[in-house]
């Protein structure tokens, strides 16, 4: 069930009121994206889709169920969209044309995005300084040594971040987990 | 992605195992680990079903797929609100009737970019190189503004009832000319809805822009020109590049 404040800046949105816009930017742009760019392989396109998204949402927000919440609405619009540009793009492009950088791949099945949404949505509740952590230490590979040199931190301060960003995420993603289990 | 996107299914991008990474144990926190704080967080929310190791290592692996840490582009919340400043106040481009409207509070950047134009226009127009007088031959003449995704660009508009329709010359600068694959479609907007009015390329570089409404300009004030896709179907993309409106 949306909160008030969900509730507030959808309807916000939909009257494209600044603020909820940027509001609403700021917190599903950056799952979107990731949605995008599991679907799409160039970076161009995931954004073309983002900036789809959001001007479809826009459109659609005066028809917004308000006792739903956004996130899953602005999933499956996100979804919607980058699989209609993956398409398109397969249909423009020549099979022997394609290269390592080009759309060839099979969209993401509904759970996977999905989890890539709420990783990707977890990541964006941790405090910058717990999120660079855990950055340097999946994407970047670093030990909690090397994040420790990197930052220039105690590496005791790394692993309690460390500590602290991953039961955060645990907590985050929790619901994930019952609905995948 | 982190993983080539070739002809390989999308969770071996997105989700893709890298052994190789994922054995050199270089990461900070292991799996085990990782499932432990999961199988807490799980619990304490939960008080349910543990999760299986599975759950960590798919978790783990998007965590370390740039997918999820790329970050939107900074001009993107400004691409949006100009896209949604040049469809305010007229039924959506896929042809919704529900009117919308305006934005409450534009940007004050692009208000600026406008003003500017405009600004550069009315000494024109006293200069009486490119504005004629309404009561000479019923033309008018306005500023168009480049968004945020064609900063640079700009153009003059001049409007001139005919016999057969509006023509609208656009006068077009610094407008970057149209990747092949894509084109610029031009559109009027209000009330009412929202009418292309022709597509173009710039390929050759700045030039005048024969387009056509066979709507009144008074009932569709706003002039916009959009980056579309071949292919892309025949609603605006929302990739505004060029806006201006007919009242100034």
Redesign the interface.
């Known amino acids: 069930m949306a909160g008030v404040d969900e509730r507030d800046l959808a309807e916000r949105f939909?009257?494209?009121?600044?603020?909820a816009?940027?509001t609403i930017?700021?917190r599903y742009?950056?799952p979107?994206?990731?949605v995008a760019?599991?679907?799409l392989?160039k970076?161009e396109l995931?954004?073309?889709a983002?900036?789809?998204t959001?001007?479809k949402a826009?459109?659609a927000a005066?028809s917004f169920d308000p006792s739903r919440e956004l996130a899953p609405w602005l999933y499956a619009i996100a979804r919607r969209v980058a699989i209609d540009i993956y398409r398109?793009e397969r249909?423009?492009a020549e099979p022997d044309e394609?290269g390592?950088?080009?759309?060839?791949?099979?969209?993401?099945s509904f759970e996977?995005?999905w989890?890539?949404w709420e990783?990707?949505s977890a990541?964006g509740e941790l405090p910058p300084d717990e999120r660079e952590?855990?950055?340097?230490?999946?994407?970047v590979?670093?030990?909690?040594a090397e994040?420790a040199e990197h930052l220039g931190v105690p590496i005791g301060t790394?692993k309690s971040r460390?500590n602290r960003a991953?039961?955060r995420?645990?907590?985050?993603?929790?619901?994930v987990?019952?609905a995948?289990? | 992605m982190r993983h080539a996107f070739a002809n390989q299914m999308v969770f071996d991008g997105v989700l893709g195992i890298d052994s190789e990474f994922r054995a050199t144990g270089a990461i900070g926190v292991n799996e085990d680990e990782f499932a432990d704080f999961l199988e807490d967080g799980h619990r304490g929310a939960l008080q349910g079903d543990e999760p299986t190791r599975d759950t960590a290592t798919r978790f783990r692996d998007l965590l370390a797929d740039d997918a999820v840490w790329a970050e939107p582009s900074p001009t993107g919340v400004d691409d949006l609100l100009a896209a949604i400043d040049a469809e305010s106040g007229v039924g959506a481009a896929t042809g919704a009737t529900t009117a919308r409207p305006a934005r409450s509070r534009p940007r004050s950047r692009r208000l600026m970019l406008v003003a500017v134009a405009a600004g550069v226009v009315v000494l024109a127009g006293v200069a009486g190189v490119l504005v004629r007088s309404a009561d000479e031959n019923d033309s008018r003449t306005f500023a168009v503004a480049g968004t945020e995704l064609a900063p640079d660009a700009s153009a003059v508009a001049s409007v001139e009832e005919t016999g057969s329709g509006v023509s609208i010359e656009l006068d077009v600068s610094d407008l970057p000319p149209a990747e092949p694959g894509t084109y610029y479609q031009a559109w009027v907007k209000g009330p009412e809805g929202l009418v292309t009015v022709g597509t173009f390329h710039m390929r050759g570089g700045d030039d005048k822009v024969d387009l056509w409404s066979g709507v009144p300009l008074d009932h569709y004030p706003t002039l916009t020109v959009t980056l579309q896709q071949e292919g892309g179907g025949q609603d605006s993309s929302g990739q505004v590049v060029l806006s201006g409106d007919i009242r100034g």
């Open positions: 939909a009257a494209g009121d600044e603020d816009v940027r930017y700021a742009a950056g979107i994206l990731t760019m599991g679907t392989a970076r995931a954004d073309e983002v900036q789809t959001m001007l826009w459109r005066a398109r249909r423009a394609l390592d950088d080009q759309v060839a791949v099979v969209p993401l996977r995005t989890e890539a990783v990707r990541l952590v855990v950055r340097l230490a999946h994407f590979g670093m030990t909690h994040i790394v460390s991953h039961r995420l645990a907590a985050l993603l929790a619901h987990v019952r995948t289990e």
